[in-house]
Structures are given as C-alpha cells and as structure tokens.
C-alpha cells in the first residue's frame, strides 16, 4: 500500500483524511514520521506555502507528502488575515488571532468571510500541485 505524509499536526485534519483514503493509502503523520519540527510557511501565498511544506518533508525524509494551507478571507478587511491566519497576531495562538479580527471587525455590520485552502502534493519525486 501507498504510504504518504501528511504535513499537519492537526488530528482532526488527519482522522478526516483517513477515513476517506481508508484501505487504499497509509496516511503518515508528522509524529509517525518522527518531524518534530516547525516547517516553513515564509511563502506570500497559501499556494506557496502548501508547495513548501510539502517540498520540506521530500527533502529531508524522502517521502511522499500531501500538504495544504489555508487562509480565512475577511472582505472588510480587504482578504486578510489571508496567508497569515495562523500567525496574524503574531502567534501561533489561534485564539489571539481570532480576537484580533474580532477586534478588526469591532463596529463592521457586513462582516462575510471565507475559507480558502490550497493542497500541494509531492509524489514519486515530482511536485504535482
């Protein structure tokens, strides 16, 4: 069977993933894998950033890797926090970043947002997304 990192610490992300792939792809994790560390996310946008992540794991480990980035548009704050959601106060706190656009949109009635996310995969030693 196919084995292919994920590049999340986040559980849920994972479980989710799992159960869709289920019996056709090993999903490893981070932890599986032993990557303690804290892989770059310096690109400009959530495209470059899935493609780093995932370019990360080939190069040191040598494995398949399924990786993404995504990005919470606020319209009124003409797209951010955008590529910077996980670290727009920052921190990688979340619940900093989410008070800080709280306190952004403090007095904004239309205050329409959404999710975007970009996956990047890295197979058979080619960058494919």
């Not at 003409?78 to 920052?90: E, M, T, W």
């Not at 009635?109 to 058979?124: C, G, H, P, Q």
Request: net charge negative.
């Amino acid at each position: 069977m196919r084995e292919i990192v994920i590049a999340t610490n986040n559980k849920h992300k994972v479980e989710e993933i799992r159960s869709v792939v289920e019996g056709k792809i090993k999903i490893i994790t981070l932890a599986e894998l032993g990557c303690k560390d804290d892989i770059p996310e310096t690109g400009e946008t959530l495209e470059e950033n899935a493609r780093q992540k995932a370019r990360y794991i080939w190069e040191k480990y040598g494995k398949d890797c399924f990786a993404d980035d995504t990005g919470l548009m606020v319209d009124a704050l003409d797209g951010k926090p955008g590529v910077y959601s996980a670290r727009y106060s920052g921190t990688r706190d979340m619940e900093k970043n989410i008070d800080l656009v709280l306190e952004r949109l403090e007095g904004v009635e239309d205050r329409t947002a959404r999710f975007k996310t970009v996956i990047s995969l890295y197979l058979n030693e080619k960058q494919l997304f």
